[in-house]
């Protein structure tokens, strides 16, 4: 559970988009406690580990510091030595998806869908005008109340909702800092609060259907699902359901355990204990 706006964000990209001037993708950037979201166009030239560097102390740092921790999945630039050294240095932990489990990163592949939604009903016939839409697009989505905490991410941040155009009526606030401040602090635990109750009905929905995992150990075997794994037979019809057995070289989490694989196997050792059982 994130504790404070802009300590935990999560991040995504939509690719494959038409050329508008000049970018071809968007990388979503989401403060996991507000709710609060940037939308950031990607030119065609600038999308190594180092521009996203550049890219994010301009569009992200400077507006609210270094979070405390990034959750992703494993693109090729989030697994570059060149991002986690960026990352290194001041210490921000990346909390990488493991192999072959999106669900870790739900929450930028839900803001993703909304993204392209709002798009899709306003870009003209060619595509190519969506990035002169971004701005509108951030702004009508972070001044919307969200599901989670019933308040808007600028309202969860910002503690007021910004003039988005025609004559409006405000309460003045007090000049006083000390009760600006203690009004900060109760938006911040009522948004907090949300996404308890939010935490709380998902997990009270989904964790009847739920089996309780086995409680793996160091030196398990296990035998790992094949549904995402790529073998050189010909059809993955009659290719083996589950592959190994492989053993466990560390426990992560109750959900997550690393395993010792071939070597020739170029895939990520870290997999959610779903795509498991017992040998």
């Given at each position: 559970?994130?504790?404070?706006?802009?300590?935990?964000?999560?991040?995504?990209?939509?690719?494959?988009?038409?050329?508008?001037?000049?970018?071809?993708?968007l990388?979503?950037?989401?403060?996991r406690?507000?709710?609060m979201?940037h939308?950031?166009?990607?030119?065609?030239?600038?999308?190594?580990a180092?521009?996203l560097a550049?890219?994010?102390?301009?569009?992200?740092?400077?507006?609210?510091?270094?979070?405390?921790?990034?959750?992703?999945?494993?693109d090729?630039?989030?697994?570059?030595?060149?991002?986690?050294?960026f990352?290194?240095?001041?210490?921000i932990?990346?909390?990488?998806?493991?192999?072959?489990?999106?669900?870790?990163?739900?929450q930028?592949?839900?803001?993703?869908?909304?993204i392209?939604?709002?798009?899709r009903v306003f870009?003209?016939?060619?595509?190519?005008?969506?990035?002169?839409?971004?701005?509108?697009?951030?702004f009508?989505?972070?001044?919307?109340?969200?599901?989670?905490?019933g308040?808007?991410?600028?309202?969860?941040?910002?503690?007021?909702?910004p003039?988005a155009?025609?004559?409006?009526?405000?309460?003045?606030?007090?000049?006083?800092?000390?009760?600006?401040a203690h009004?900060?602090?109760?938006i911040?635990?009522?948004a907090?609060?949300g996404?308890?109750?939010?935490?709380?009905?998902?997990?009270?929905?989904?964790?009847?259907?739920?089996?309780?995992?086995?409680?793996?150990?160091?030196?398990?075997?296990?035998?790992?699902?094949?549904?995402?794994?790529?073998?050189?037979r010909?059809?993955?019809?009659l290719?083996?359901?589950n592959?190994?057995?492989?053993?466990i070289?560390?426990?992560?989490?109750?959900?997550?355990?690393?395993?010792t694989l071939?070597?020739?196997?170029?895939i990520?050792?870290?997999?959610?204990?779903?795509?498991l059982?017992?040998?």
């Amino acid at each position: 559970m994130p504790y404070a706006p802009w300590q935990s964000i999560a991040m995504d990209f939509i690719t494959e988009l038409a050329v508008s001037e000049g970018c071809d993708q968007l990388w979503v950037i989401i403060d996991r406690f507000t709710k609060m979201a940037h939308f950031i166009p990607l030119e065609k030239e600038r999308k190594t580990a180092a521009d996203l560097a550049v890219i994010f102390a301009r569009e992200i740092w400077k507006h609210h510091g270094l979070p405390a921790d990034i959750v992703s999945d494993r693109d090729s630039r989030f697994t570059s030595e060149t991002w986690k050294e960026f990352l290194r240095l001041p210490e921000i932990r990346p909390r990488m998806s493991t192999a072959f489990h999106p669900q870790t990163d739900t929450q930028t592949e839900r803001l993703n869908q909304t993204i392209e939604a709002y798009l899709r009903v306003f870009v003209n016939t060619e595509q190519d005008d969506w990035r002169r839409l971004l701005p509108m697009a951030e702004f009508a989505y972070n001044n919307s109340a969200t599901v989670v905490n019933g308040m808007s991410p600028f309202y969860a941040n910002y503690g007021f909702h910004p003039v988005a155009g025609g004559a409006t009526v405000t309460e003045p606030l007090n000049p006083a800092s000390t009760v600006y401040a203690h009004w900060i602090q109760a938006i911040h635990n009522e948004a907090w609060k949300g996404l308890e109750e939010a935490q709380e009905r998902m997990r009270r929905y989904t964790d009847p259907e739920r089996k309780k995992p086995p409680a793996y150990q160091v030196g398990d075997l296990v035998m790992l699902s094949g549904r995402n794994i790529r073998t050189r037979r010909p059809t993955k019809k009659l290719d083996h359901k589950n592959h190994g057995p492989f053993q466990i070289e560390k426990v992560i989490s109750p959900l997550a355990v690393r395993l010792t694989l071939p070597r020739k196997w170029k895939i990520h050792n870290v997999f959610h204990v779903s795509l498991l059982e017992p040998y």
